[in-house]
């Protein structure tokens, strides 16, 4: 029972991030660049607009910390740092979560708007 339960719940994973008409607002430039984004670290697409989230940031140390949806404060590797500009001007994160930690796949830190 726990294997069905555990196989039905990776194959709806995918669908738990989605466009809900939310983005509307998001220009096409903004919405490709979110489409575009690739973690620094693996080459992998973070993802797109539907799955990245507002973040706060924080610069501790020479590195990134981030919060985000009420979350603690969590470092950033400095590996998945995106260092091309943000158009979306506010700080983006893509996270997952691996074995019950939760862990950064992108961070693109905010462009100062």
Known sequence: MIRLLLAALVI??????HDNGQYESVSPEVRAWFRAQKSPKTGALCCNEADGLYAEEDMRE???W???????WQPVPDEVVIRQPNPHGAPVVWWYVDKGEVKIRCFAPGSGV
């Open 62 to 64: 020479g590195h990134y």
């Open 66 to 72: 981030t919060r985000w949806a009420g979350r603690d």
């Open 12 to 17: 709806c994973a995918p669908a738990l991030a």
